[in-house]
């Protein structure tokens, strides 16, 4: 049988997991504890954009490759500001 120990932080190291997974976990009645891991849905891609002053403005400069969709920023905007209310 191989042992896990729990750290000062209550934290256990679990080999054969990802780091960012996500695990439910159930007590049963004799003590034991159930891990079941928890299905989530990847959320949209973060992308890091960089502000620089051009021409007396100041502009995002994206990164090489990427396209931002104006319509879905004004929506992503408008749901955070909703939510706040």
Request: no cysteine; net charge positive.
């Amino acid at each position: 049988m191989k042992t896990l120990t729990v750290d000062d932080r209550q934290r256990v190291r679990l080999p054969q997991v990802k780091p960012g997974q996500v695990y439910a976990y159930e007590p049963d009645a004799d003590g034991s504890i159930k891990l079941v891991p928890v299905i989530t849905k990847p959320g949209p891609k973060r992308v890091l954009a960089k502000m620089v002053k051009s021409g007396g403005g100041t502009f995002f400069q994206v990164p090489a490759g990427y396209q931002l969709d104006s319509e879905a920023i004004g929506r992503a905007v408008a749901e955070e500001r909703d939510s706040r209310s």
